[in-house]
T-cell receptor, first 113, second 118 residues
């Protein structure tokens, strides 16, 4: 158990819908990262938050957004869903300071029908 | 831009034998970190081992060791005494810098699927 929690574990929805994925980082970790794993794109970095502020953006679509709350949990919002958004979405967290090993949550498997 | 290359899509190894999973990387940065993660069929991503670009000794964590050859830009994972539970997808990844400041987003390779045979 990495200490990172993600809910829900599975999500099945229809095209055009909006969903919210939730992540709680390990205790004390200030950085949260979101990644998408799909068969055609592999593992891709989406976005990073550090202590409530956006730190970096990767290949994140405009239909996707994220935020990190004062209690450090994070949410990834996916809207106007398309079939191609079906993927495994991971949240990872890392400590501040010297170590930056990222510990991953169990992932949310999103299926868009 | 940083890039990770894993040229072995799949590998077989006999139980109790050692296996090496290849990883080469490309970066123009002097400071970077290299990681290996394991993804079993259940889907979670498990951190295995880390090597910093300035670390002179190869990293080891139990049965895992990282064969770091900086001049060749390779960071191969060696698993000793393979076990059936080692059957999984293995990803090599890198970050721009180990220490804070810039984002430490992970750049992943395409992975190697390891099957351990009894």
């Amino acid at each position: 158990d990495s200490g990172v929690t993600q809910t829900p574990k599975h999500l099945i929805t229809a095209t055009g819908q909006r969903v919210t994925l939730r992540c709680s980082p390990r205790s004390g970790d200030l950085s949260v990262y979101w990644y998408q794993q799909s068969l055609d794109q592999g593992l891709q970095f989406l976005i990073q938050y550090y202590n409530g502020e956006e730190r970096a953006k990767g290949n994140i679509l405009e239909r996707f957004s994220a935020q990190q709350f004062p209690d450090l949990h994070s949410e990834l919002n996916l809207s106007s869903l398309e079939l191609g958004d079906s993927a495994l979405y991971f949240c990872a967290s890392s400590p501040s300071g010297e170590g930056n090993t990222q510990y991953f949550g169990p992932g949310t498997r999103l299926t868009v029908l | 831009a940083q890039k990770i290359t894993q040229t072995q899509p799949g590998m077989f190894v006999q139980e109790k034998e050692a296996v090496t999973l290849d990883c080469t990387y490309d970066t123009s940065d002097q400071s970077y970190g290299l990681f290996w993660y394991k993804q079993p069929s259940s889907g979670e991503m498990i951190f295995l081992i880390y090597q910093g670009s300035y670390d002179e000794q190869n990293a080891t964590e139990g049965r895992y060791s990282l064969n770091f050859q900086k001049a060749r830009k390779s960071a191969n994972l060696v698993i000793s005494a393979s076990q059936l539970g080692d059957s999984a997808m293995y990803f090599c990844a890198m970050t721009k810098s180990r220490y804070g400041g810039a984002t430490n987003k992970l750049i992943f390779g395409t992975g190697t699927l390891l099957a351990v045979q009894p």
